[in-house]
């Protein structure tokens, strides 16, 4: 059995997830550390709900202590375009998560956001390996990106909380700015998105 921490960004991105690496050679352990989501009401939202879902699911879950917003906002002021500041928003939450999971001595980290096709998921590859040299301990990468459908089923079956929009303040305000496009997100088949990120 390895040891994996494992980042989550939020429980219903975790289900299938965490799922799919218990079928493997992995002891899952949860990681917190989100603070880029805005505002402080959504995220404590988010976080009450994970713990919710590893009381379900029986997962260990670490949660980083208090809310580091305003490293988040300058760290990715100047950079706030969509793509420039979701790198520096990714180095921040995996290079965190590989401190830790060095430190505390896990075999591996990833995260559950490889699960969302609305992330860049290259991005996040080549973020997880530069944490991965960077700290000393392996990154675990896999596609999840096909079990993204069920990993919704599952947020539905368990009642987990389903997010609007990815988490910061610029994504909130992209996601909800322009009703019309909030019409167009509606997918072919008639379902509503009911999470984008
Ligand atoms: S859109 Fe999502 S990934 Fe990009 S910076 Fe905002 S919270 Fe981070």
Redesign the pocket.
């Known amino acids: 059995m390895q040891r994996i921490l494992l980042h989550n960004c939020c429980g219903p991105c975790s289900t299938y997830t965490v799922k799919r690496l218990r079928e493997g050679p992995f002891a899952v352990t949860g990681f917190w550390y989100n603070p880029?989501?805005h505002p402080f009401t959504e995220h404590q939202r988010r976080l009450e709900n994970l713990q919710r879902f590893a009381g379900i699911v029986e997962m260990p879950l670490l949660v980083e202590d208090g809310y580091e917003m305003i490293t988040y906002l300058r760290a990715?002021c100047g950079h706030e375009r969509?793509?420039e500041?979701?790198l520096?928003?990714?180095r921040l939450r995996l290079g965190r998560t590989a401190e830790v999971a060095a430190r505390e001595g896990f075999d591996c980290f990833s995260t559950t956001?490889l699960i969302s096709p609305y992330?860049?998921h290259d991005l996040l590859r080549s973020v997880g390996r530069e944490m991965a040299s960077l700290h000393g301990v392996p990154f675990y990468y896999e596609d999840f990106r096909a079990g993204y459908r069920e990993s919704r089923n599952l947020a539905r079956e368990m009642d987990l909380y389903r997010q609007q929009y990815?988490?910061?303040v610029?994504?909130e305000w992209?996601r909800f700015r322009d009703p019309p496009r909030r019409e167009a997100s509606k997918r072919p088949d008639g379902e509503k998105k009911d999470a984008l990120?």
């Open positions: 880029n989501i990715v969509e793509g500041r979701c520096i928003c990714y956001l992330q860049h990815c988490g910061c610029f994504s992209e990120r």
